[in-house]
């Protein structure tokens, strides 16, 4: 009995009415039927007869609100692009900028003192260099992570000779990677977790890769065949 059923469920008006019900709930149509009966919207046309709705594609009207990410190019203004599609010194450089505004991201007052790594001859001559720092930091987590200290001392460490012998690696100083790290991780850009290292927050994310997208649509200005990558 349970497979006769069954096999009524989908033969003959209910088979039709189920394949345009699950038409309509994956390709997102909706019915254009004159006559409907409840939210089922399975009526009855003249004669009795069941009514199967005539389906067609829908389309939002406001197209401005739909951000297609790589898509036709129909839809070319339509576009996120990426951190790992713009070049990393512009990237840097504008988003120290926005950091500025931030007033969770500060200097430190020993940071106008002392060198980022004993490999450094000298101490950061930019005045703002701690904001540069903060945004490399954020973009190299946003690639790479996730990262501990240890991990970016060894990045932003160099060689160093001492004497006559051969020049080696020096780690960069951890405390001011570790305060940036800090600093990233309550304005919410960052988030740590325990035993892993540091990840790029949703938040982080989202500032970096807008950042990303303005940088973009600069560059296409000045150099057009870049709108391919788009």
């Known amino acids: 009995m349970g497979g006769e059923k069954d096999s009524d469920a989908f033969?003959?008006?209910n088979a039709v009415r189920g394949?345009?019900?699950l038409l309509q709930k994956v390709q997102g149509v909706h019915c254009a039927g004159k006559k409907r009966a409840g939210e089922g919207w399975q009526g009855k046309n003249e004669g009795n007869a069941d009514h199967v709705p005539k389906?067609?594609?829908y389309l939002p009207q406001d197209l401005g609100r739909i951000r297609i990410y790589k898509g036709s190019s129909r839809f070319s203004r339509y576009y996120m692009a990426k951190v790992y599609d713009v070049p990393?010194?512009?990237l840097?450089?504008?988003?120290?900028?926005?950091?500025?505004?931030?007033n969770k991201i500060t200097p430190p007052?020993?940071?106008a003192f002392v060198k980022t790594g004993s490999h450094a001859t000298r101490i950061p001559q930019h005045k703002d260099w701690w904001y540069a720092r903060c945004a490399s930091l954020l973009r190299k987590i946003y690639l790479h992570g996730p990262l501990g200290?240890?991990?970016l001392k060894v990045a932003y460490g160099g060689r160093k000779k001492v004497g006559y012998n051969l020049a080696h690696h020096k780690d960069a100083g951890g405390a001011i990677i570790r305060k940036a790290l800090q600093q990233l991780e309550v304005s919410g850009y960052i988030v740590k977790v325990q035993g892993k290292g540091r990840f790029v927050s949703s938040e982080g994310m989202k500032k970096m890769d807008r950042l990303a997208t303005e940088i973009h649509k600069e560059l296409i200005k000045t150099a057009p065949q870049l709108q391919r990558y788009a």
Do not use: C, F, H, Y
């Open 109 to 111: 007052a020993w940071s």
């Open 92 to 102: 840097i450089a504008k988003l120290a900028e926005q950091l500025k505004n931030d």
């Open 149 to 151: 200290v240890g991990d």
């Open 19 to 21: 394949e345009a019900a």
């Open 88 to 90: 990393a010194d512009e």
């Open 11 to 13: 033969s003959g008006p």
């Open 55 to 57: 389906m067609r594609t």
